[in-house]
């Protein structure tokens, strides 16, 4: 069965300091991944994705994530966290098979203190 | 990418009546989804809904819980059907538009059955 694993509820980090979210998975096939944020009342916001090529991928906000085939990962990263940037992140993969579904993992909710 | 209107964007409903939940893009498109966040989860995916054709459910979802229609291609319906508290969750479509990079979600429904 196809999963992806976010191994922590939530992450607390100090704002300027650097933050990680972690995600892994398991597939079978190619995975395409991606990466999403969640404010409160409000949709999933599309961050980033890992689609072919270079393994570090930048995307919104100043987020980055890097595609590690080895380990099946794909933390998200950020060199300095602000306070604007709590809210649920969630880690999602779509296999080359199926561009149609999307297999999210449990989320993570990030809090940033001042 | 496109724009979403999901309405209502809450609700409280008694337990054994419906609710239709509707979706309203911007744009035609030809793929339409409809997921489900149950609290303290991930998303899940409910049914995938083509225009002109019935909707592709996921194990573990059925028709005649979760009705979806799609009488075009701006426009999808999702109802849940007589419900019972186990249904609360947040309900949010999304739609496919321009290959992998362009998934959006809508900003999702939350519904409460008591």
């Known amino acids: 069965a196809q999963s992806v694993a976010q191994p922590e509820d939530q992450v607390n980090v100090a704002e300027g300091n650097p933050l990680t979210v972690k995600c892994t998975y398991s597939v079978s096939g190619n995975p395409y991944l991606f990466w999403y944020v969640q404010y409160p009342n409000r949709g999933l916001q599309f961050l980033l994705k890992y689609i072919t090529g270079d393994n570090l991928v930048k995307g919104s906000y100043g987020f980055e994530a890097e595609f590690n085939k080895s380990q099946t990962s794909f933390h998200l990263k950020k060199p300095s966290a602000l306070v604007s940037d709590s809210a649920l992140y969630f880690c999602a993969v779509i296999l080359g098979d199926n561009f149609n579904k999307f297999y999210f993992g449990s989320g993570t909710k990030l809090n940033v203190k001042p | 990418s496109a724009v979403i209107s999901q309405k209502p964007s809450r609700d409280i409903c008694q337990r054994g009546t419906s609710l239709t939940i509707q979706c309203q893009v911007d744009?035609?498109?030809?793929?339409m989804f409809w997921y489900r966040q149950q609290p303290g989860q991930s998303l899940t995916l409910i049914a995938t809904?083509?225009?002109?054709?019935?909707?592709?459910?996921e194990s573990g979802f059925v028709i005649d819980k979760f009705p979806i229609s799609r009488p075009n291609l701006t426009f999808s319906t999702l109802t849940v059907s007589n419900m019972s508290p186990e249904d609360s969750s947040i309900y949010l479509c999304s739609v496919l538009r321009g290959g992998l990079y362009g998934y959006t979600f809508g900003s999702g429904t939350r519904l409460t059955v008591v």
């Open positions: 809904a083509n225009q002109g054709s019935e909707a592709t459910y």
């Open positions: 744009s035609q498109v030809t793929m």
